[in-house]
């Protein structure tokens, strides 16, 4: 999660929060402070040419601020290519709060985050990321109406992560019909690091279908909880990389693939719901593939959460949503083809043919 800025870069004269901006690209960021409710947040606009942007708000304890924008930039970035990939019509934004999700969080922290949020007058739309529950988007929801992931009572779409857990269950399948030439995962060895929402949703799919699951967590009541209810086996966060699996799928932070888990790594297949798993994208995506380690790309697969939320701006079904989750199967294994073609990496076709698409309806919108 963590990146070190160019030392180079980091003179006098030189804006290190403008020059992340144009590393990716973005076209805005807010810093929000409110003294009065203890509220630090930044909230990075990637890119909007296909929408408005929509990506969750996260709630975590960094080490720094700097930590915090490297974090927020990554995470809304991916956020643009995601929903080009699945054909919504949204941009990439994400917002953090730097806080202590389990001590910090107030009312009035997030009715101040929600008059943030508002002033962007709909540029873009928040949700519910990890250290947020419904709850906290209900106060945001009391300042502002660009706000999405609410509870169905309120006429929302409700939690996202069941349709997220969907569609990484159908992109992990996309990769084992690739890799093995089925797409059954019974008696797979499926290592999921993380068992928050998705994860756990995650599990029960690969339960049902019989998969031999392993578990990772840093809460060890959950996890323990879980691999009783599920049978799985439980293995400690040193030893990771170096179990037995068949399929890794990390479902907590991202940057896990990096010069140190990739040697390791003992997996065939790469599938989870992490956002950002690759430490640099231009390194480690390269490494998979010299290994013969087939990784299916995070911001594709992972993508279900997004969908579900769309619906609430687009106005569709929730049975339309699933179909959308269930497509990425078909998506994922075209991705791999192209890969395979053009013998470039599958995180390399998958950025090609959001980018493709970002492309060519700014072109059609400068010729209007």
Same mark, same amino acid.
């Given at each position: 999660?963590?990146?070190?800025?160019?030392?180079?870069?980091?003179?006098?004269?030189?804006?290190?929060?403008?020059?992340?901006?144009?590393?990716?690209?973005?076209?805005?960021? $807010?810093?929000?402070?409110?003294?009065?409710?203890?509220? /630090? &947040?930044? @909230?990075?606009?990637? #890119?909007?040419?296909? %929408?408005? *942007?929509?990506?969750?708000?996260?709630?975590?304890?960094?080490?720094?601020?700097?930590?915090?924008?490297?974090? $927020?930039?990554?995470?809304?970035?991916?956020?643009?290519? /995601? &929903?080009? @990939?699945?054909?919504? #019509?949204?941009?990439? %934004?994400? *917002?953090?709060?730097?806080?202590?999700?389990?001590?910090?969080?107030?009312?009035?922290?997030?009715?101040?985050?929600?008059?943030?949020?508002?002033?962007?007058?709909?540029?873009?739309?928040?949700?519910?990321?990890?250290?947020?529950?419904?709850?906290?988007?209900?106060?945001?929801?009391?300042?502002?109406?660009?706000?999405?992931?609410?509870?169905?009572?309120?006429?929302?779409?409700?939690?996202?992560?069941?349709?997220?857990?969907?569609?990484?269950?159908?992109?992990?399948?996309?990769?084992?019909?690739?890799?093995?030439?089925?797409?059954?995962?019974?008696?797979?060895?499926?290592?999921?690091?993380?068992?928050?929402?998705?994860?756990?949703?995650?599990?029960?799919?690969?339960?049902?279908?019989?998969?031999?699951?392993?578990?990772?967590?840093?809460?060890?009541?959950?996890?323990?909880?879980?691999?009783?209810?599920?049978?799985?086996?439980?293995?400690?966060?040193?030893?990771?990389?170096?179990?037995?699996?068949?399929?890794?799928?990390?479902?907590?932070?991202?940057?896990?693939?990096?010069?140190?888990?990739?040697?390791?790594?003992?997996?065939?297949?790469?599938?989870?719901?992490?956002?950002?798993?690759?430490?640099?994208?231009?390194?480690?995506?390269?490494?998979?593939?010299?290994?013969?380690?087939?990784?299916?790309?995070?911001?594709?697969?992972?993508?279900?959460?997004?969908?579900?939320?769309?619906?609430?701006?687009?106005?569709?079904?929730?049975?339309?949503?699933?179909?959308?989750?269930?497509?990425?199967?078909?998506?994922?294994?075209?991705?791999?083809?192209?890969?395979?073609?053009?013998?470039?990496?599958?995180?390399?076709?998958?950025?090609?043919?959001?980018?493709?698409?970002?492309?060519?309806?700014?072109?059609?919108?400068?010729?209007?």
């Amino acid at each position: 999660m963590s990146e070190v800025l160019d030392p180079v870069k980091e003179s006098l004269d030189v804006n290190p929060v403008i020059y992340k901006m144009e590393q990716y690209d973005h076209e805005q960021v $807010v810093f929000c402070q409110d003294e009065a409710t203890g509220l /630090k &947040a930044i @909230i990075a606009i990637h #890119n909007t040419t296909l %929408g408005p *942007a929509l990506g969750g708000t996260r709630m975590w304890m960094y080490d720094n601020e700097m930590q915090a924008l490297n974090d $927020v930039l990554r995470l809304s970035r991916g956020m643009t290519f /995601k &929903a080009s @990939i699945s054909g919504l #019509n949204l941009g990439g %934004g994400k *917002a953090v709060i730097i806080g202590d999700s389990y001590t910090q969080k107030s009312e009035a922290l997030f009715r101040r985050f929600g008059k943030f949020v508002n002033s962007l007058g709909g540029k873009y739309i928040t949700a519910e990321d990890v250290g947020i529950s419904p709850k906290e988007m209900e106060f945001v929801s009391m300042e502002t109406k660009h706000v999405s992931g609410l509870p169905e009572s309120m006429g929302g779409s409700g939690d996202p992560s069941p349709v997220t857990a969907y569609g990484v269950y159908m992109g992990m399948k996309a990769a084992a019909k690739r890799q093995w030439g089925t797409d059954s995962l019974s008696g797979k060895k499926v290592l999921v690091q993380g068992v928050g929402h998705v994860g756990q949703t995650l599990v029960d799919y690969l339960s049902k279908e019989n998969a031999q699951i392993i578990l990772c967590d840093i809460n060890q009541d959950r996890v323990n909880e879980m691999a009783a209810k599920y049978g799985a086996t439980v293995v400690d966060n040193e030893d990771v990389f170096s179990a037995d699996m068949d399929i890794y799928a990390p479902c907590a932070l991202g940057a896990t693939l990096n010069n140190d888990s990739i040697p390791q790594l003992k997996a065939e297949i790469v599938a989870g719901a992490a956002n950002n798993q690759l430490a640099d994208e231009n390194v480690h995506g390269k490494m998979l593939q010299e290994r013969g380690i087939l990784y299916a790309p995070d911001f594709l697969i992972n993508a279900g959460g997004l969908i579900n939320v769309y619906r609430e701006v687009a106005g569709i079904s929730r049975e339309k949503a699933m179909e959308q989750a269930e497509n990425i199967y078909n998506t994922t294994l075209g991705i791999f083809e192209t890969a395979s073609a053009e013998n470039i990496t599958t995180h390399e076709a998958a950025m090609e043919i959001a980018k493709r698409r970002i492309e060519a309806v700014a072109k059609l919108k400068t010729s209007l």
